[in-house]
T-cell receptor
Framework: GAGVSQSPSNKVTEKGKDVELRCDPI?????LYWYRQRLGQGLEFLIY????????KSGLPSDRFSAERTGESVSTLTIQRTQQEDSAVYLC?????????????FGSGTQLSVL | AQSVTQPDIHITVSEGASLELRCNYS??????LFWYVQSPGQGLQLLLK??????LVQGIKGFEAEFKRSQSSFNLRKPSVHWSDAAEYFC???????????FGAGTRLFVKA
């Protein structure tokens, strides 16, 4: 597609349920990021995929969070046993990892609300 | 690992006044530096970036930023602010090896008439 696509755009869930968020990056982009943005806060780095390298998971806040990526395509972020503090916008971004023209292209995000 | 500090949580300027948003980074070498803007109800958009060369970089919407190695800073400036510039501004640092990009906490800009 033309841009980074995220689904669903909104997700309301009950505390304790598992949720899965999806990201379709721009075709050909080797790098993919997940960030979390709580209301009124900055972008909190969660995880970074780069090609076939092992992902950088250093930002995942707990073992309830996990993410996968199939090759250089779709990624899913899974949150198990959701808690109210997980409520946030989850942003996905991809980049071409081009030394001369590097920049991140962001999706519109998934607004997660945990009741 | 790199880190970014944006000291000002929010700033208010009058329309037509000049603007400077501060950004300080921590990284062992010269990093990639970015400024992104997030307007209400819209996604994040790249304003400008610095990789190498001229330390004063021009971006979209009349913004510019200057890389100062000695101060580990990459402050964003605009000579005359418009009401439509009201938004959240994020400074970001990318490492030059793996390109991992980390964002600052953001500065919210309010513009008063």
């Amino acid at each position: 597609g033309a841009g980074v696509s995220q689904s669903p755009s909104n997700k309301v869930t009950e505390k304790g349920k598992d949720v899965e968020l999806r990201c379709d990056p721009i075709s050909g982009h080797t790098a993919l990021y997940w960030y979390r943005q709580r209301l009124g806060q900055g972008l909190e780095f969660l995880i970074y995929f780069q090609g076939n390298s092992a992902p950088d998971k250093s930002g995942l806040p707990s073992d309830r969070f996990s993410a996968e990526r199939t090759g250089e395509s779709v990624s899913t972020l899974t949150i198990q046993r959701t808690q109210q503090e997980d409520s946030a916008v989850y942003l996905c971004a991809s980049s071409p990892r081009d030394r001369d023209d590097e920049k991140l292209f962001f999706g519109s995000g998934t607004q997660l609300s945990v009741l | 690992a790199q880190s970014v500090t944006q000291p000002d949580i929010h700033i208010t300027v009058s329309e037509g006044a000049s603007l400077e948003l501060r950004c300080n980074y921590s990284y062992g070498a010269t990093p990639y530096l970015f400024w992104y803007v997030q307007s209400p109800g819209q996604g994040l958009q790249l304003l400008l970036k610095y990789f190498s060369g001229d330390t004063l970089v021009q971006g979209i919407k009349g913004f510019e930023a200057e890389f100062k190695r000695s101060q580990s800073s990459f402050n964003l400036r605009k000579p005359s602010v418009h009401w439509s510039d009201a938004a959240e501004y994020f400074c970001a640092v990318g490492d030059t090896g793996g390109f991992k990009t980390i964002f600052g906490a953001g500065t919210r800009l309010f513009v008063k008439a």
